[in-house]
């Protein structure tokens, strides 16, 4: 028996009601992401416990409790192949509270399970921090305490909607003190913590590498990648290409980056002006690579820059990222090294022989290379070529490219890109493919560009004299709407015109709007308020010795809550021990409310001893001797040391 258990408290029906609907509620977000065995098993433990309440079943025996946490902690280990981690730990912590709920019975144990669900609440933050996240989480925070209250009520209940209330007045307090924590609470440059590995599993983003299939896959996804301020005005969609990977070697179909480049210098080009300024906020991908709109005239502070204009962080990015640039839409890049221009013609030989006598052939009866250029772009423009998001599969071919450009002819920005490079390159052209996303939608509500996944995009810069690389793209002479209104409008039909969508689409494309807003400003403000805009908010309010004193005073406040902690553990310590013949009693009356027996308050041994007889007949031998023996040693005038000793084995003997 622990000290502490108060074995007269009987667990009411409706407060298990109050904790299983709080676990319900704050379970239910990580239904869509765990195994579904794991909701069903939780969801079979809570309807067991509930029904054990209403019938009066017994609750499942040790052994049996102890059998089921072994199969739970087997199916979570082989289900993840690990019990740490994001998804291993949730699964671990949820099942491991359901098993809690076979045996609840005491008022400790109904608020270790509350305590168990505050904590769970946090865990949901670990896979999504948007603001429904935060508005159904305050919710649930909200029902949880409902709960806690319900635990301490005594038996007048003043129904469902007081209990409510009264958890919303104990919480509304809180939240003004939230607030100013949060705006004036030094922050810190780095998070304490790292997030855990699995945290970055199942996400989406462009690669270094570029296969045909692999971004029209993307294409199909709506996720926001990042988000666009602009200083001035917003630059047309044909000018709109984010600069992202940039690859340079190919197997004649797929393509990958150079890794050496990145440890060259960056090139120096002449930009033309004006330049564009804007602001990017870039949602977390977990690669290192930045996005700029083409060409970046500069790398941000905690970034570098390629040779080949790709920027780089050292670390990847797990947390969204704000960072100002300023970007050429129109440049010059100068001249070519030997070594570059090397890389930028290498091909296999053996692959695709007709694509490369097809160039060849152009390049023979053209003068200038940007007559085979446009020789290319007409052939695309010319032939019964076709921008689909469904291209035929072309692993399978010996040569991949000479199916897409003479059989097939179906094919999304990537088979073009491709294609395109290996026909510059045959032709003596220098050539690489630069992968990133193009276009994006305006949102005239927040007056930014969204750019999606579905924006995903590659083209094609060609080297030529006294120009230096020029961006080429192909998919732009197959299929022009493709530039100019995006792949959703080309690709939705009822998109294409919003007059023809009716009023409900038309309705609900604004709501998307509107929210998207709403998670932006979230963002910006919220998720996005770390210490350089901590450090702006306070320069701006003229409080920047406050924030020298903020940060003594948040040392200060951490000193005493963990002296406070080593304080209480110290006295917790230090608690007087229990008396052996009260241990054993409490045992006693702990197994008897097992039972459907428990003691009430104020309720003496002997009236209990009476009660539990005739609720009992079968005990009431044992009963009456573990009271007298109890009555005995604590109260009578001259107990005998052998009374303990009896008293000791009458309890463990007993088992009703």
């Known amino acids: 028996m622990k000290q502490g258990e108060d074995h007269t408290y009987h667990l009411r029906t409706r407060t298990l009601l109050w904790i299983l609907g709080a676990l319900a509620l704050v379970s239910a977000p990580h239904v869509a992401h765990l195994p579904v065995w794991i909701s069903g098993f939780c969801l079979l433990l809570g309807v067991w416990r509930w029904l054990c309440a209403v019938r009066g079943w017994r609750l499942p025996s040790a052994w049996l409790r102890l059998s089921l946490t072994a199969?739970?902690?087997?199916?979570?280990?082989?289900?993840?192949?690990?019990?740490?981690?994001?998804?291993?730990?949730?699964?671990?912590?949820?099942?491991?509270?359901?098993?809690?709920?076979?045996?609840?019975r005491t008022r400790r144990d109904a608020f270790v399970a509350i305590v168990l669900a505050y904590f769970l609440v946090i865990t949901?933050?670990?896979?999504?921090?948007?603001?429904?996240?935060?508005?159904?989480?305050?919710?649930?925070?909200?029902?949880?305490?409902?709960?806690?209250?319900?635990?301490?009520?005594?038996?007048?209940?003043?129904?469902?909607?007081?209990?409510?209330?009264?958890?919303?007045?104990?919480?509304?307090?809180?939240?003004?003190?939230?607030?100013?924590?949060?705006?004036?609470?030094?922050?810190?440059?780095?998070?304490?913590?790292?997030?855990?590995?699995?945290?970055?599993?199942?996400?989406?983003?462009?690669?270094?590498?570029?296969?045909?299939?692999?971004?029209?896959?993307?294409?199909?996804?709506?996720?926001?990648?990042?988000?666009?301020?602009?200083?001035?005005?917003?630059?047309?969609?044909?000018?709109?290409?984010?600069?992202g990977p940039v690859l340079w070697e190919t197997d004649g179909a797929g393509w990958?980056?150079?890794?050496?480049?990145?440890?060259?210098?960056?090139?120096?080009?002449?930009?033309?002006?004006?330049?564009?300024?804007?602001?990017v906020t870039l949602e977390p991908h977990h690669r290192t690579w930045l996005f700029a709109l083409d060409l970046p005239?500069?790398?941000?502070?905690?970034?570098?820059?390629?040779?080949?204009?790709?920027?780089?962080?050292?670390?990847?990015?797990?947390e969204r990222l704000r960072y100002v640039m300023s970007s050429y839409t129109s440049y010059?890049?100068?001249?070519?090294?030997?070594?570059?221009?090397?890389?930028?013609?290498?091909?296999?030989?053996?692959?695709?022989?007709?694509?490369?006598?097809?160039?060849?052939?152009?390049?023979?009866?053209?003068n200038q290379p940007e007559q085979v250029i446009q020789r290319a772009l007409d052939y695309f423009r010319t032939q019964p070529f076709f921008y689909t998001l469904n291209p035929p599969r072309l692993t399978g071919s010996e040569h991949p490219m000479d199916a897409f450009l003479f059989k097939t002819r179906r094919g999304f920005c990537e088979h073009y890109a491709s294609a395109f490079a290996l026909l510059m390159r045959a032709a003596g052209i220098p050539a690489r493919v630069v992968t990133g996303y193009q276009g994006g939608e305006l949102n005239p509500m927040g007056d930014y560009l969204i750019v999606r996944q579905s924006d995903a995009h590659a083209w094609v810069e060609v080297w030529l004299q006294d120009r230096g690389w020029v961006r080429t793209d192909p998919t732009a002479a197959v299929s022009p709407a493709r530039i100019e209104r995006g792949v959703r409008a080309l690709f939705t039909e009822r998109e294409r015109d919003p007059a023809q969508q009716g009023l409900l689409a038309g309705m609900w494309h604004t709501v998307r709007?509107?929210?998207?807003?709403?998670?932006?400003?979230?963002?910006?403000?919220?998720?996005?308020?770390?210490?350089?805009?901590?450090?702006?908010?306070?320069?701006?309010?003229?409080?920047?010795?406050?924030?020298?004193?903020?940060?003594?005073?948040?040392?200060?406040?951490?000193?005493?809550?963990?002296?406070?902690?080593?304080?209480?553990?110290?006295?917790?310590?230090?608690?007087?021990?229990?008396?052996?013949?009260?241990?054993?009693?409490?045992?006693?009356?702990?197994?008897?409310?097992?039972?459907?027996?428990?003691?009430?308050?104020?309720?003496?041994?002997?009236?209990?001893?009476?009660?539990?007889?005739?609720?009992?007949?079968?005990?009431?031998s044992q009963v009456r001797l573990i009271t007298q023996l109890y009555t005995a040693l604590r109260y009578g005038a001259h107990p005998q040391p052998q009374w303990l000793t009896r008293l000791r084995q009458q309890v463990r003997g007993f088992r009703p």
């Open 71 to 104: 199969l739970a902690l087997a199916g979570v280990y082989f289900s993840f192949n690990t019990l740490f981690g994001r998804d291993g730990g949730v699964a671990l912590l949820l099942v491991m509270l359901s098993l809690k709920l076979l045996e609840m």
């Open 124 to 243: 949901s933050f670990l896979y999504s921090q948007t603001i429904f996240m935060g508005a159904y989480m305050l919710a649930v925070v909200t029902v949880i305490t409902a709960a806690l209250i319900d635990l301490h009520r005594s038996r007048d209940y003043p129904g469902l909607a007081a209990n409510l209330q009264f958890a919303g007045k104990l919480l509304a307090p809180a939240l003004p003190v939230m607030l100013v924590l949060f705006v004036l609470f030094p922050r810190v440059s780095s998070p304490l913590w790292g997030m855990p590995e699995d945290s970055y599993s199942g996400m989406t983003g462009l690669d270094d590498k570029m296969e045909p299939g692999r971004i029209s896959r993307l294409a199909r996804s709506d996720a926001v990648a990042f988000r666009v301020t602009f200083a001035g005005p917003i630059p047309p969609p044909r000018q709109r290409y984010w600069r």
């Open 256 to 279: 990958r980056a150079a890794p050496n480049l990145a440890l060259a210098e960056p090139l120096a080009f002449t930009g033309y002006l004006p330049a564009v300024n804007y602001t």
């Open 297 to 318: 005239a500069s790398a941000p502070p905690f970034a570098y820059a390629t040779h080949d204009l790709q920027l780089y962080t050292k670390e990847p990015l797990h």
């Open 332 to 366: 010059n890049t100068g001249p070519l090294t030997r070594r570059e221009r090397q890389r930028a013609l290498n091909m296999p030989a053996d692959t695709n022989p007709r694509l490369q006598a097809l160039a060849q052939r152009w390049r023979a009866q053209a």
């Open 513 to 620: 709007l509107g929210w998207d807003t709403l998670d932006h400003g979230w963002n910006q403000w919220v998720l996005g308020y770390d210490h350089e805009r901590q450090r702006r908010l306070f320069d701006d309010w003229g409080l920047q010795e406050f924030r020298n004193s903020a940060i003594v005073l948040a040392i200060v406040l951490g000193g005493c809550i963990a002296g406070s902690l080593l304080l209480t553990a110290a006295l917790w310590a230090r608690r007087p021990p229990i008396e052996p013949v009260v241990r054993y009693y409490q045992t006693f009356c702990k197994r008897l409310a097992r039972r459907g027996v428990p003691r009430m308050p104020a309720e003496g041994p002997l009236q209990f001893a009476a009660r539990a007889s005739a609720l009992r007949p079968e005990l009431a």
